[in-house]
């Protein structure tokens, strides 16, 4: 059984920083693709950021393009997600999913979330003054 175990997440102030980390263990890291997601309740759950277990380019969404960064540890099994410049809008449980296939980045986006293994139990993140 694949587990992953987010955390990282907190309170903080709009334009600060968070680094949330997602511990996978139960498989190795190297042959995964990871996707981070984010949902506030009464909203879909949204794709963030997604990366395949190849070398390639990963994918944000638009909200997040240019302030969040994914990024893969193999050699500790840990995968982050770094976001700056934090806005109120950015308040939600963050997951992260785990797919055996190794892939979920496409030309369009991040596979949807219904495609995806493995989840860990989320992190909340609060940006508020």
């Known amino acids: 059984q694949v587990q992953l175990v987010e955390s990282g997440g907190g309170l903080v102030q709009p334009g600060g920083s968070l680094r949330l980390s997602c511990a996978v263990s139960g498989f190795s890291l190297d042959a995964l693709a990871i996707g981070w997601f984010r949902q506030s309740p009464g909203k879909e759950r949204e794709g963030v950021s997604c990366?395949?277990?190849?070398?390639?380019?990963?994918y944000y969404a638009d909200s997040v393009k240019g302030r969040f960064t994914i990024s893969r540890d193999n050699a500790k099994n840990t995968v982050y997600l770094q976001m700056s410049s934090l806005k109120p809008e950015d308040t939600a449980v963050y997951y992260c999913a785990a797919d055996l296939s190794g892939a979920v980045v496409a030309w369009f986006g991040c596979a949807e979330s219904t495609e995806y293994d493995y989840w860990g139990q989320g992190t909340p993140v609060t940006v508020s003054r």
């Open positions: 990366i395949n277990n190849s070398h390639g380019s990963p």
